[in-house]
């Protein structure tokens, strides 16, 4: 088996020089890395059309966009949130003064899944070297392409003491995880998060887990159906629904069930044009092990639009199911592809006793503009995040924590939430004698 501790005890060795907690280090470090994506952008596009098919619009948006902008958001706040914090003391205490210290952890094992393989893997590594940490980073073997772009963009811009790329399997992430790391920062399935958090706890390492889930989207009888099938067309079928945080399945409101799927039918024909199978830019299912796990999910209830298959180009159309019940397969596990099986419901305390049932979502999607129904939702379900009359959008604000809770994951990133998930923060209390 590979072994990485001559790597982790080089990094350790850098850290120790104090240079990463410099913060015109980080600040520059920030800027190579953006201006390295800036010039390797071509190169980046071209292996997520490779590794994924997806179409530059795309993976621009979704993957490059977000991480630019999560740069330059840290780039404009950084010096401000790594700046002591002065609290208040209690009376009880006597004359002193409080202040909290953020500090790097250390080293920082970063490991990312392959539905967003530049994003999942660099959005956290920015949280990293915001925190003034080393950091290793292990991208998914079934994005390949990718993986090479990302060790090529690490290593042309930094030492490998302070950044580093390591490719490779399971068994690389199990070596790797065998070493002690200070922070651990996973992003991947619930099953494999509970091996990596088992390998954390042999060295007590804190984590972020950002695992997945089955996502629900309810749309209620007084929702805009229009506006709510545009927007569900679009966060399903994005990635071919290879998607953390798409909405896994649909709970419509019996009155308004067919009106809508009628809906979302014209919305996906908008998105791809009439024939989705001579669409270039719909990206494929990334192996053929998922493409025969999703393609089981077909038979279950009755199609209502797509179920086309091609086993040759691991195309999946996007897919609705209609009369599917709580019991089908398709509704065990997140589904992660195109295929969006919908139930009807009556009552929303039906809903609400099922879901809540079932281990916790990564997200939920709420179409209704009654704000009742909204805060008897968000109030009685626990959820990672999610979006009212929208889906999606939640990830891409600087200002909302993205993460989940229970079985979708635990602890949160992005803007200052991931500076503070890469940072100790040391509290101390002041006295002096005069
Ligand atoms: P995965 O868990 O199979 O793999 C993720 C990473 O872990 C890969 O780098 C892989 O090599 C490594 N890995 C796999 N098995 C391992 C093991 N036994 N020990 C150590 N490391 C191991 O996940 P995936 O298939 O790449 O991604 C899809 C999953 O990720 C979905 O469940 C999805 O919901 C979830 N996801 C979550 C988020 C989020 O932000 N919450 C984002 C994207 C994907």
Not at 37 to 46: D, F, G, T, V, Y
Not at 81 to 89: G, N, R
């Amino acid at each position: 088996m590979e072994n990485y501790e001559s790597l982790v005890q080089k990094q350790r060795a850098f850290y120790r020089t104090g240079q990463t907690k410099d913060i015109h280090f980080r600040l520059n470090t920030l800027n190579k890395l953006q201006q390295a994506i800036q010039q390797e952008e071509k190169e980046i596009l071209a292996a997520l059309r490779k590794d994924l098919n997806k179409s530059e619009k795309e993976a621009y948006s979704s993957e490059i966009r977000i991480v630019l902008e999560e740069i330059k958001f840290t780039l404009d706040n950084l010096e401000a949130w790594a700046l002591p914090k002065e609290v208040e003391t209690p009376d009880s205490l006597g004359v002193a003064t409080s202040v909290i210290y953020p500090e790097p952890y250390g080293l920082t094992l970063i490991i990312a899944p392959w539905n967003y393989p530049v994003q999942l893997a660099l959005a956290p590594l920015v949280g990293a070297i915001a925190g003034g940490n080393c950091a290793i980073l292990k991208p998914s073997e079934f994005t390949p392409t990718t993986a090479a772009i990302l060790t090529k963009l690490i290593k042309e811009n930094f030492p490998e003491e302070y950044l580093t790329v390591v490719e490779g399997e399971v068994e690389t992430s199990t070596a790797l995880l065998k070493e002690k790391f200070d922070y651990i920062f996973f992003t991947g399935s619930t099953p494999v998060g509970k091996v990596v958090m088992e390998a954390a706890s042999k060295h007590l390492t804190p984590l972020t887990l950002e695992l997945g889930g089955k996502s629900p989207c309810i749309v209620h009888s007084d929702a805009d159906l229009k506006g709510a099938a545009k927007s569900i067309a679009r966060g399903k079928f994005l990635n071919a629904g290879q998607t953390c945080v798409a909405p896994d399945y649909l709970l419509v409101h019996s009155s308004i069930k067919d009106q809508l799927l009628n809906e979302l039918k014209s919305a996906v024909t908008a998105l791809y044009g009439e024939d989705i199978a001579k669409n270039a830019d719909y990206p494929r299912i990334v192996t053929e092990k998922q493409f025969n796990r999703l393609s089981a999910f077909l038979s279950e209830g009755t199609t209502f639009f797509g179920g086309r298959t091609d086993v040759s180009r691991l195309f999946i159309e996007p897919t609705i199911l209609d009369h599917i019940t709580w019991d089908d397969v398709v509704m065990k596990d997140e589904i992660f592809g195109p295929i969006l099986p919908v139930i009807v419901y009556d009552e929303l305390s039906d809903i609400v006793d099922t879901i809540t049932s079932r281990p916790k979502p990564l997200a939920l999607y709420i179409f209704s503009n009654d704000v009742e129904v909204q805060n008897q939702l968000i109030g009685q379900i626990s959820f990672g995040g999610g979006c009212i009359n929208e889906t999606l959008a939640h990830l891409t604000s600087p200002y909302l924590p993205f993460g989940g809770v229970g079985e979708s994951g635990m602890g949160s990133y992005h803007g200052q939430k991931s500076f503070e998930t890469f940072s100790h923060a040391k509290s101390i209390l002041k006295r002096t004698f005069k």
